[in-house]
């Protein structure tokens, strides 16, 4: 009863929970209160006095009122610390009456820079099978790299210093990862490092940044591991969603706000992050859907072509949906094969959401699919002018500046994960700012327990203890394009007219998707 009345008040409006407080805490007592003056009215009294036995009683429930209370104000004291973050102003925003003329904005001709710079190095796959995972990387970080250096750049050290963004192709291999990112430091000088798609090259990117004493951005790689135990840094901040925060909301969405599909299927890539992924997944069934059912279990090497024996086992197993971590290319692979196959299961999801694959498979086939989203505050997309020209000003450029790669569907809009990208380098520069140093002492200082605003609105946070992002996340269902106005609010309204995209759209509470702490970094 207690913890139903304790979740309640969680999602309580902020201005009526102090009430709820005090009604929760002072029920059990005023029921004390008020069978003690009964009972010295009535005929169990003695001169006036309590019966001792009643006096017992009372004293037993008193004890239970106090302890009550005080676990009720301790459990809220830790989440509200948690709801902290919705409920205070953050200590620094996208600042919209600053945002620059972007025209002359194309990235495949970066703008020419001299003298000293800030130095950001996008360490990733520039080439081979996930190379458009890198595209999709260069062109975020470069996008909030020339915001800045439009407005005149930042000050630093007691001058003002342009951004300069390099490539750092890791070939998708832990070795050239390592070499690539050593050579960053110690012949690029690069102030920092920014990455990556694979948890086990981002764990290198980590090893060296810790040991040259850099400062490693880790936006884009989501197990938990890389932030704790023996392998956090204080030179890592990891600005992204990571694999258990993911697997519970998700399964804390079906058990608890969608209630329909219970029998799942996980399919997931066969190294540290599809695993991590996996157990975030089942640990988030046995806390908020347990009666769930896992139908099969399966783990597939990066970079498959083949898909057909999974899918086959899939097919046969009864799942009513396929929860899987995959990236492109494997992500684009497995829906395509499954759609051509003729399963039309739905996929629960994080990186489902390339446009020029759904493309390929369609309206009927991209229909229902479910995919949480680090970067979004809610339906509809568009709360304010501000965000509409700021959307406006990608989307023109797309229309009219950009060319190939960059003028493909993919980067139609600046939001989703590219938002995301974009997001976690702003906040990168707005810390630079504040810090008016390049200097990882400096910037750890200021990035310990910031808060940050989005261009959309949401609001990040940097968790001291283990340098997690703590912010809200969304899951999309896509429908047709009919349908997707309830999130795409202006014209045309909708995200695409050939495929499903984003249509409802649900916050879930942050208290549910708090990103999981290691013990011994945050007491």
């Known amino acids: ?63 239970r009122c106090l302890s009550m209370a005080i676990v009720v104000l301790c459990c809220l004291g830790l989440l509200f610390q948690t709801a902290a973050l919705a409920e205070t102003k953050p200590k620094a925003a996208f600042n919209f009456a600053k945002f620059p003329d972007m025209s002359d904005f194309d990235p495949n001709n970066p703008m020419p820079l001299k003298g000293d710079t800030i130095k950001i190095a996008v360490v990733a796959s520039h080439s081979g099978p996930a190379a458009t995972v890198g595209e999709i990387y260069y062109i975020s970080v470069l996008w909030a790299a020339h915001i800045a250096n439009k407005q005149g750049g930042l000050m630093v050290d007691g001058k003002k210093k342009m951004v300069e963004v390099i490539k750092a192709d890791t070939q998708s291999k832990p070795d050239v990862t390592k070499k690539v990112t050593e050579r960053m430091i110690l012949q690029e000088n690069v102030d920092f490092l920014w990455g990556t798609n694979g948890s086990h090259l981002q764990k290198v990117i980590n090893q060296v940044a810790d040991k040259y004493k850099k400062i490693s951005v880790n936006a884009a790689s989501l197990s938990d591991e890389l932030q704790e135990g023996g392998d956090f840094s204080r030179y890592s901040f990891m600005c992204t969603f990571s694999t258990e925060q993911i697997g519970r909301g998700i399964a804390y969405y079906y058990g608890q706000i969608r209630k329909k599909e219970k029998k799942f299927y996980i399919l997931c890539q066969d190294y540290l992050f599809g695993h991590s992924m996996a157990e975030g997944f089942k640990k988030g069934l046995k806390e908020y859907y347990p009666e769930a059912e896992i139908v099969g279990e399966d783990y597939h ?39 051509q196959m003729g399963i039309k299961i739905p996929f629960a999801d994080i990186f489902m959401d390339e446009p020029r694959f759904l493309q390929e498979v369609g309206i009927e086939g991209t229909k229902g699919i479910v995919n949480l989203a680090q970067y979004g505050n809610g339906n509809p997309a568009f709360k304010s002018e501000d965000q509409i020209k700021y959307y406006k000003t990608w989307l023109n450029l797309w229309k009219t500046k950009w060319q190939a790669p960059y003028n493909t569907v993919l980067y139609n809009h600046g939001t989703g994960n590219i938002g995301a990208y974009i997001g976690s380098t702003l906040w990168l520069l707005s810390v630079v700012e504040r810090a008016a140093s390049t200097d990882p002492e ?36 896509y429908v047709p394009p009919e349908e997707q106005k309830q999130s795409f609010n202006i014209a045309p309204y909708y995200w695409f007219n050939d495929f499903s995209n984003v249509g409802p759209s649900t916050l879930l509470p942050m208290d549910k998707v708090v990103p999981k702490a290691d013990p011994n970094l945050c007491k």
Request: glycine content about 4%; proline content about 6%; overall charge positive.
């Open 1 to 63: 009863m207690l913890s139903q009345k304790i979740e309640k008040l969680l999602l309580a409006p902020s201005w009526c929970r102090a009430e709820s407080i005090l009604e929760m805490v002072s029920e059990p007592c005023q029921r004390t209160r008020k069978r003690r003056m009964f009972l010295l009215d009535g005929p169990e009294t003695n001169q006036g006095r309590v019966h001792p036995t009643r006096q017992k009683e009372d004293a037993m429930r008193i004890t």
């Open 301 to 339: 090497k990066l970079f498959l072509t083949d898909f057909a024996p999974y899918l086959t086992k899939i097919q046969a197993s009864g799942a009513e949906v396929v929860y899987t971590g995959d990236w492109i290319p494997d992500a684009a692979n497995l829906l395509k094969q499954a759609r």
């Open 442 to 477: 400096k910037i750890i200082k200021v990035w310990e327990g910031d808060t940050y605003q989005l261009p959309n609105g949401q609001v990040l946070e940097m968790r001291a203890c283990d340098h997690k992002q703590i912010t809200p996340l969304s899951v999309n269902e």
